[in-house]
């Protein structure tokens, strides 16, 4: 491989592991406490000669009662605007814990963040395992999206939001993604679930190591699902009650395409309503439990391919000049 071709990037020193961000999401928080206990396990001359990777768990009041959240969804609350409007003694617990985790992990947008945040989820949906992020071309997740993809099934998932209006935990670091994974009701925790989001945590660490080692990783294709829409429930007009479910035909089917004209929702008298789109998208988050409050039955994406460029890390001499010039642009 020509070494001109290769983007080189700075290493990843800072990288953090969150589970607990939604209290009743418990994959993450008992797999967090897992990796918490067994790095107390290494001894001191082992941690100094491996650089272990620092974990954090996100711990709040919900978590302890097993609730979502008390008063409004934590991971809504790390836009700009939250992160930096006032403060009264009205302010929820989630803006006072947003800023909290961003004055830990951030601050968000500063060279001081974290070099890569990965928050852990669980949904409802029956969609598998899946990175999920706010862009297309942070090479840092897509080669992490790769090495994942070539040992378990796995997606890619692409929020096209600004950074300023990026609104998860994951938005506080470098880089950063939402490791999603379902089917699993809220409040419990499946072994099938759990294990998978493990063996997904680890491949990332494993490559985060082998990246900071100086492995060169190649150039390739991977698919990209973009987020087009949001499609919420029919509603009656006057009480704003949903008036039918997902259709049983549509139900769990997260990734496999919806044509138009494709059953999309049972009215609760049993009439089915049909996807009226333009295009072929792809559902996902089909009827997850947590989008009743915020008005989604299910999201539709577009599939494309990214190709992605080979990269490297930096040496010590290139990272010193990246760090100048990033000064230099906060100065200015």
């Not at 700009?80 to 009264?88: D, E, I």
């Not at 947008?109 to 297309?136: E, K, W």
């Not at 577009?302 to 992605?308: C, E, L, N, S, T």
Request: glycine fraction near 6%; charge should be negative; include cysteine.
């Amino acid at each position: 491989m020509e070494e001109d071709k290769v983007l080189c990037l700075p290493r990843l020193s800072q990288v953090a592991v969150c589970g607990g961000t939604h209290g009743n999401e418990l994959s993450g928080v008992y797999l967090v406490r897992e990796l918490l206990k067994a790095k107390k396990n290494v001894t001191k001359q082992e941690d100094e000669e491996e650089e272990a990777v620092p974990l954090l768990m996100v711990l709040s009041h919900p978590l302890q009662q097993c609730f979502r959240y008390i008063d409004t969804d934590l991971n809504r609350c790390f836009t700009h605007a939250s992160l930096s409007g006032p403060m009264s003694g009205m302010t929820p617990y989630e803006i006072i814990r947003a800023r909290q985790l961003n004055t830990m992990l951030g601050p968000k947008g500063s060279h001081g963040a974290v070099d890569l945040v990965c928050d852990l989820h669980n949904t409802t949906a029956n969609m598998g395992l899946c990175l999920i992020t706010y862009s297309d071309c942070d090479w840092i997740c897509l080669h992490i999206f790769r090495h994942l993809q070539a040992n378990i099934p796995l997606r890619y998932i692409h929020f096209d939001v600004s950074n300023k209006e990026s609104y998860s935990l994951d938005s506080v670091g470098k880089h950063g993604f939402a490791m999603e994974i379902g089917p699993q009701p809220h409040g419990v925790v499946r072994s099938n679930i759990y294990m998978a989001m493990k063996a997904g945590v680890q491949h990332m660490l494993d490559w985060v190591q082998s990246f900071n080692s100086g492995s060169t990783f190649e150039e390739g294709f991977v698919d990209v699902f973009t987020m087009v829409k949001h499609i919420d429930y029919p509603r009656d007009s006057e009480t704003r009650t949903i008036t039918a479910a997902i259709h049983p035909q549509l139900q769990d089917q997260d990734f496999c395409l919806l044509r138009p004209g494709g059953p999309l929702f049972q009215t609760f008298s049993g009439e089915t309503l049909r996807y009226k789109g333009d295009e072929p998208l792809y559902p996902f988050f089909i009827n997850e439990c947590a989008y009743y409050e915020k008005g989604i039955a299910l999201s539709l994406a577009r599939k494309r391919q990214v190709m992605v460029p080979a990269i490297r890390v930096q040496t010590e001499q290139e990272q010193q000049a990246n760090n100048q010039r990033f000064a230099s642009e906060e100065e200015e």
